[in-house]
């Protein structure tokens, strides 16, 4: 049976490919589970049009992905910590402590995407990556200084 591919599927190809599959794992699967449809012509229209749907929902979330990253850009965090003898801090400031700060700001960043490589255990002035969307990262100066 052959069908279009409405998702990309490891085993089989890429979204929007026309391939041949056994009838049963077309019926019993791929069709069921919205993966695939039938290889016809009205099919593919319809597949056309979910295309460019998905295309212009994506070219939006894009655009707003970079609006945010921008105001995330021009963004400075200060947060103070306490110290002990020659300024060594006590603790660190964390992925989730930037995300509160951030949350403090008006901004909702899951800690996750703040991608820090190690917590911040000096004082200064510190380049912190956000991960915006899939392509898309900001940099967010964060002031660490004594409490």
Same mark, same amino acid.
């Given at each position: 049976m052959k069908i279009i591919l409405r998702e990309d599927v490891e085993s089989l190809g890429l979204a929007g490919e026309t391939v041949n599959v056994k009838d049963g794992f077309a019926r019993n699967y791929l069709i069921p589970q919205k993966l695939a449809y039938p290889a016809t012509? =009205?099919? =593919?229209?319809?597949?056309? *049009?979910? !295309?460019?749907?998905?295309? +212009? &929902?994506? %070219? &939006? #979330?894009?655009?707003? %992905? #970079?609006?945010?990253? %921008?105001k995330l850009? +021009?963004? =400075?965090?200060e947060t103070s910590v306490?110290? $002990? *003898? *020659?300024? !060594?801090?006590? $603790? %660190?400031?964390t992925a989730a402590d930037i995300a509160e700060l951030l949350a403090g700001k008006g901004y909702e960043i899951d800690k996750r995407d703040i991608l820090l490589e190690e917590p911040l255990k000096a004082l200064g002035i510190y380049n912190v990556p956000i991960k915006v969307a899939t392509d898309i990262k900001a940099e967010v100066k964060v002031w660490v200084i004594k409490e």
């Open positions: 012509r =009205s099919f =593919s229209r319809v597949f056309e *049009e979910e !295309k460019k749907l998905k295309d +212009n &929902r994506d %070219a &939006r #979330a894009t655009a707003q %992905a #970079a609006q945010l990253a %921008a850009g +021009n963004l =400075s965090l306490k110290v $002990g *003898e *020659e300024d !060594k801090v006590f $603790g %660190a400031v």
